[in-house]
């Protein structure tokens, strides 16, 4: 017998079935891959590259300004075809439909999965249960964009009659990090006015930095959480409403506040008028909600029209995903080369280098996007996954992370895949930086998968002494053959950057479909959670601690109560 059902999920049901009696990792394309890595392990990219000088070309997709060279990679059009074969294995086109369909595909929470709505142009529709739920993203929009250009020029006034000049930004989690990262990335559009800040750590050195030099006055806070249950996020919004009110009367939070969930009771009970409350919907994931009202920051920073043209773009990226074949389609490629390391070369990270200084941010939103989505053991139907998921997220803007964990890509002992990404222009003129930064970016992707032979070096060091050559010489050589791809932006414009992240979502959720990972659900964050709850209050000396934590958790909640002050 199957050990659960969803009647909901007619269409899902079936697919149970497949992944609990044919795990992916026992399938022919599974083992075929495995056999191609094994006869293909000790190929070099070097040599790839020689005997094909048509090689990037094959290995490269351009859409709009984006561009994708995955050619740096340690694979062959067998390799790409036996992982599109893996593909069709787990049956990736039927996820992708299930998805697009507003099927519930996050099962565990029965919630069908739609960011990709968010995105829609208007006169497009999305149906769920007989709904259209495009009609509302819309109706959403058009509020979030009179509050907007109410606030942008000037015409949403604070307690005194000025105009807004700080707003902050309080969440945590998918309803900061994305936001953040794309109003750092276009901090080129930024209004003039108006300076975003963005409160996340309950750590309450953040939220008293951050108020430290803004006026209450002209000061206008977005509560943004989902739930609107989050701790961090509500301490901090009760820390900022107790700032506020020092100056101003619970009548002025109203010009003052305002809030982002999904969540509308909870938003009442803190007492922010529901009028200025701006809502989205189950189907958006809290890592994939930057599209939603979360991007309420970004929107009035760079103004609705632009923010359009974020959302365009990810809707651009959407359309190419659903009916792009999956040899040339960018995430589908992207996810399947992860999946090439992560699971037949057992590479464990994946690090990701911004050569832009306003997208030193992205490697931690991706962090979240890919950790929170496949950083799980057991599969969408409950089944344990006997191999490796999602891999260890991590990364850097260049050029200064070449100063800091470059050594060990280029001569460490690990097998580290790295993405690249960088823009052709920048929008702050000093060409002759931009041209610095570009040429160490593509220095290090060159120097990656090509490394230093015994030949180059020892004519580097030909005029040494024997035995000082001896010693230097293999100190001075470079394995090379690290994969690497890049991503090449014609600038970081919003159209652009949408791509962009929409281009990772799908990645994630390609990777996910393969491993038999629900991506959409995050339960691994509960239990922290919850033994937060009950060691709160055993923090206070009059508590007793409760039966059940180990001698460690006693002797740190102890040490705690006899240091602090
Ligand atoms: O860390 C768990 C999590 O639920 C994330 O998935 C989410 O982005 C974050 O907390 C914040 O949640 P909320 O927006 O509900 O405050």
Same mark, same amino acid.
């Given at each position: 017998m199957l050990p659960f059902c969803y009647p909901l999920f007619a269409c899902c049901h079936c697919r149970m079935n497949s992944d609990i009696l044919n795990p992916i990792n026992l399938t022919p394309a599974w083992?075929?891959? =495995?056999?191609?890595?094994?006869?293909?392990?000790?190929?070099?990219?070097?040599?790839?590259?020689?005997?094909?000088? +048509?090689?990037?070309?094959?290995?490269?997709?351009?859409?709009?300004?984006?561009?994708?060279?995955?050619?740096?990679?340690?694979?062959?059009e067998r390799t790409l075809e036996l992982l599109t074969g893996l593909a069709e294995e787990a049956d990736l086109a039927g996820w992708m439909a299930r998805m697009q369909g507003g099927?519930?595909?996050?099962?565990?929470?029965?919630?069908?999965?739609?960011?990709?709505?968010?995105?829609?142009?208007?006169?497009?529709?999305?149906?769920? +249960?007989?709904?259209?739920?495009?009609?509302?993203?819309?109706?959403?929009?058009?509020?979030?964009?009179?509050?907007?250009?109410?606030?942008?020029?000037?015409?949403?006034?604070?307690?005194?009659?000025?105009?807004?000049?700080?707003?902050?930004?309080?969440?945590?989690?998918? $309803?900061?990090?994305?936001?953040?990262?794309?109003?750092?990335?276009?901090?080129?559009?930024? =209004?003039?006015?108006?300076?975003?800040?963005?409160?996340?750590?309950?750590?309450?050195? =953040?939220?008293?930095?951050?108020?430290?030099?803004?006026?209450?006055?002209?000061?206008?806070?977005?509560?943004?959480?989902?739930?609107?249950?989050?701790?961090?996020?509500?301490?901090?919004?009760?820390?900022?409403?107790?700032?506020?009110?020092?100056?101003? $009367?619970?009548?002025?939070?109203?010009?003052?506040?305002?809030?982002?969930?999904?969540?509308?009771?909870?938003?009442?009970?803190?007492?922010?008028?529901?009028?200025?409350?701006?809502?989205?919907?189950?189907?958006?994931?809290?890592?994939?909600?930057?599209?939603?009202?979360?991007?309420?920051?970004?929107?009035?920073?760079?103004?609705?029209?632009?923010?359009?043209?974020?959302? +365009?773009?990810?809707?651009?990226?959407?359309?190419?995903?659903?009916?792009?074949?999956f040899g040339s389609n960018m995430p589908v490629l992207m996810a399947l080369i992860g999946i090439w390391y992560n699971t037949f070369y057992q590479a464990h990270t994946h690090a990701i280098m911004p050569y832009d200084h306003g997208l030193r941010r992205l490697p931690a939103h991706i962090q979240q996007l890919d950790m929170e989505s496949n950083g799980k053991r057991t599969g969408r139907f409950g089944q344990p996954l006997d191999f490796d998921t999602g891999p260890v997220i991590w990364g850097e803007e260049g050029a200064n992370s070449q100063h800091a964990f470059f050594q060990l890509l280029h001569q460490g002992t690990r097998l580290v895949p790295c993405d690249f990404i960088v823009p052709m222009n920048s929008h702050y003129g000093l060409d002759d930086m931009h041209r610095v930064l570009v040429a160490n970016c593509f220095a290090q992707s060159e120097a990656l998968m090509r490394g230093k032979s015994e030949a180059e070096v020892m004519?580097?060091?030909?005029?040494?002494?024997?035995?000082?050559?001896?010693?230097l010489l293999p100190q001075k050589l470079f394995p090379g053959n690290q994969p690497s791809n890049t991503l090449a932006l014609d600038k970081v414009t919003p159209y652009l950057l949408g791509m962009l992240l929409a281009l990772y979502e799908h990645k994630v959720f390609v990777q996910g479909v393969i491993w038999g990972i629900n991506s959409f659900d995050q339960w691994g964050v509960e239990y922290g959670k919850q033994l937060a709850r009950r060691i709160l209050p055993e923090l206070d000396a009059d508590t007793a601690l409760a039966e059940g934590h180990d001698s460690s958790t006693q002797a740190l909640i102890r040490h705690f109560r006899s240091r602090h002050e």
């Open positions: 083992a075929r891959l =495995h056999q191609h890595q094994r006869a293909t392990r000790f190929v070099h990219m070097r040599e790839l590259f020689q005997t094909d000088p +048509d090689r990037a070309r094959r290995f490269t997709l351009q859409l709009d300004g984006l561009l994708l060279d995955y050619s740096k990679n340690r694979i062959t099927e519930r595909i996050n099962v565990s929470e029965r919630r069908a999965v739609l960011h990709t709505a968010l995105r829609l142009p208007e006169g497009e529709a999305q149906w769920v +249960d007989g709904e259209d739920v495009a009609l509302e993203v819309h109706a959403v929009l058009r509020r979030l964009r009179l509050f907007v250009e109410r606030v942008r020029d000037g015409d949403w006034l604070g307690m005194d009659g000025r105009a807004i000049t700080d707003v902050v930004n309080l969440g945590i989690g998918g $309803s900061d990090l994305g936001p953040l990262m794309v109003h750092e990335g276009l901090a080129a559009y930024a =209004h003039p006015r108006l300076r975003v800040h963005f409160v996340s750590n309950v750590d309450g050195q =953040h939220i008293a930095r951050t108020l430290a030099g803004l006026d209450p006055a002209t000061t206008l806070f977005i509560v943004a959480s989902k739930s609107f249950t989050t701790p961090e996020t509500l301490l901090n919004a009760e820390a900022a409403k107790s700032w506020f009110l020092q100056a101003g $009367s619970p009548a002025d939070i109203a010009r003052h506040f305002v809030a982002v969930s999904t969540n509308a009771e909870a938003v009442a009970a803190f007492g922010i008028d529901t009028k200025h409350m701006f809502g989205f919907w189950d189907w958006v994931g809290g890592r994939y909600s930057v599209w939603s009202a979360i991007g309420l920051p970004v929107m009035l920073a760079i103004g609705y029209e632009r923010f359009r043209e974020f959302l +365009d773009g990810g809707h651009a990226m959407d359309r190419h995903f659903f009916t792009a074949p004519a580097e060091l030909a005029h040494l002494p024997g035995e000082e050559m001896d010693m």
